[in-house]
């Protein structure tokens, strides 16, 4: 079946480096990708998302490109902040049941 | 803000006890989830509604039951609630186009839940 495969953390950075979190995935078809985001002690938050091959998503400075082919969506930035420290979850949508398949997330922390 | 509430947001319970967590939306979206986050597994589907009274298991459904009366609530059921249970749950809701696969899924703020 469908699945996700994400770098395992946690990531430890100073502020102002640059962030690289990998994510291949396995998919029959042409998912969409998405990053989400978890913040401590809250619920998850759509990052970016890329539907089709050579998409690339960005919010808040944060990119990942849909690469098919190397099933991939590596998510990028160029200089985190210590308000970037969160669990990042990399995940596909199924496209034929609708639903959503997650990697098991990556903790990032930035330190001053 | 995607409108969405869960309650309650923590609880403690003891084995064997049934326990009722409801997911509240105001954005009257079709689909609804829960989820539930452990450690090491990322967050697994339990059930999931597609409509009134329309729902379907999800990958780790065993143990738990869900209903959906209305448009904007759907409760999920731990008939006797165990040890194994113990997790933190979340619910999303979205409005996808079936079948392709675009779908984006917004999330509640989560309940965690201690079973004794």
């Known amino acids: 079946g469908d699945s996700v495969t994400q770098m395992e953390g946690p990531v430890t950075l100073s502020e102002e480096a640059f962030l690289t979190i990998n994510c291949t995935y396995t998919?029959?078809?042409?998912?969409?990708l998405f990053w989400y985001v978890q913040y401590p002690g809250e619920g998850l938050q759509l990052l970016l998302k890329?539907?089709?091959?050579?998409d690339k998503g960005s919010n808040k400075g944060f990119e990942a490109t849909y690469r098919k082919e190397t099933t991939s969506f590596h998510l990028e930035k160029g200089s985190v902040q210590v308000s970037d420290s969160a669990v990042y979850f990399c995940a596909l949508s199924d496209q034929r049941t609708d639903k959503l398949i997650f990697g098991t997330g990556t903790r990032l922390q930035v330190f001053p | 803000d995607a409108g969405i509430t869960q309650s309650p947001r923590h609880k403690v319970t003891e084995t064997g006890t049934p326990v009722t967590l409801r997911c509240h939306q105001t954005e009257n979206h079709r689909y609804m989830y829960w989820y539930r986050q452990d450690p090491g597994h990322g967050l697994r589907l339990i059930h999931y509604?597609?409509?009134?009274?329309?729902?379907d298991k999800g990958e780790v459904s065993d143990g738990y039951s869900v209903s959906r009366s209305k448009t904007e609530d759907f409760l999920l059921t731990l008939e006797s609630a165990t040890s194994s249970q113990t997790s933190v749950y979340f619910c999303?809701?979205?409005?996808?186009?079936?079948?392709?696969?675009?779908?984006?899924?917004?999330f509640g703020p989560g309940t965690r839940l201690l079973v004794l």
């Open positions: 998919a029959t078809g042409y998912p969409s």
């Open positions: 509604s597609y409509g009134v009274k329309d729902t």
């Open positions: 999303a809701i979205s409005e996808s186009i079936p079948g392709q696969g675009q779908e984006t899924q917004y």
């Open positions: 890329a539907t089709k091959a050579d």
